[in-house]
């Protein structure tokens, strides 16, 4: 396809995600989404798949948000122990039960770990929404990093994890802020994400707020290959900072 027509197309994409998730991330008064996300009182299942500092630290704030969440990664004693000092709304288990219990699943690994999980996780995974952190560093994870760059980290994450209703998010921010965020009064942070799912942006942008962040819809996954760090969208910024920044962006 022509670079034109691929943009039109997204655009278009782009456009009928905001019309459908428009309520939820604040971009239009859109109809909102007939979603489990759009009843606040519902609780939750989250998966949490990679427990370290982001997937560790964002799993504890939503079960202060009420949710329920099990962390995986390779180290189940690791997990137990961290769901054991969270309380009864927490638990452990393999990535794999992670990805089976949650409505929702968030993927925070080293991005070299990718390929295979998205082999293992393949058939639970698949129609499921999933939150992906995780960034291609090329020094960290090699050649895998050094595609996805290429290919933009968004589209590389959606062809790793076929059939998972992916939104990019909490790429750019650090760990170590996530808690001082959630409990701070002040403006809020904005969150760009980016997503070709509009009951996907809708979950997410949910989970989002309740950690003290406003989301943003930057554009479909294409735009994804903004969230990773370095770029002009990473760090903290307000959501009419990241509004400003986007139109800049090709
Ligand atoms: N730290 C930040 O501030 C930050 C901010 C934004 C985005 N990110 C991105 O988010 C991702 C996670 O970052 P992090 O800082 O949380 O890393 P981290 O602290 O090293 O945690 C990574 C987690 O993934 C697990 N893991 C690694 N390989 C795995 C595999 N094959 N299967 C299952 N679990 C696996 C690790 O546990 P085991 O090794 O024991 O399995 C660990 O629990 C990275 O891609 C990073 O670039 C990080």
């Keep these: 396809m022509k670079t ?13 995600i905001v019309a459908a998730a428009g309520a939820s991330c604040g971009l239009s008064s859109a109809p909102f989404v007939s979603h489990a996300a759009s009843d606040p009182e519902r609780k939750l299942k989250i998966g949490v798949v990679g427990s370290g500092r982001i997937g560790g630290t964002l799993g504890g704030l ?16 690791h997990d137990k122990a961290l769901a054991a000092g969270l309380g009864a ?4 288990g393999t990535p794999r039960d992670a ?7 968030l993927v925070a690994v080293p991005y070299s770990a990718l390929p295979q999980l998205g082999k293992d996780l393949a058939d639970l995974i698949k129609g499921k929404v999933v939150i992906d952190t995780s960034n291609p560093i090329v020094a960290r994870d090699g050649d895998i990093a050094t595609w996805a760059r290429q290919k933009g980290a968004g589209l590389a994450s959606a062809e790793l994890l076929p059939g998972a209703h992916i939104v990019r998010a ?23 994400i980016a997503s070709d799912d509009a009951n996907a942006v809708a979950m997410a942008s949910r989970l989002i707020r309740e950690v003290g962040f406003e989301p943003v819809l930057i554009g479909p996954l294409a735009m ?26 090709s």
Excluded: C, Y
């Design 4 to 16: 034109e027509d691929a943009k039109k197309l997204n655009r278009r994409t782009f456009l009928k």
């Design 62 to 77: 939503w079960v202060k948000a009420g949710h329920e969440v099990m962390f995986s990664s390779r180290d189940l004693e």
């Design 89 to 92: 709304a927490a638990r452990a």
């Design 99 to 105: 990805a089976a219990f949650g409505d929702v699943v």
């Design 170 to 192: 909490f790429n750019a921010v650090g760990a170590a802020r996530l808690p001082t965020i959630a409990q701070s009064q002040g403006e809020r942070i904005g969150m760009p």
């Design 224 to 249: 994804g290959k903004h969230l990773i760090p370095g770029t002009p969208l990473a760090g903290e910024r307000t959501p009419e900072q990241i509004r400003k920044v986007v139109p800049t962006l």
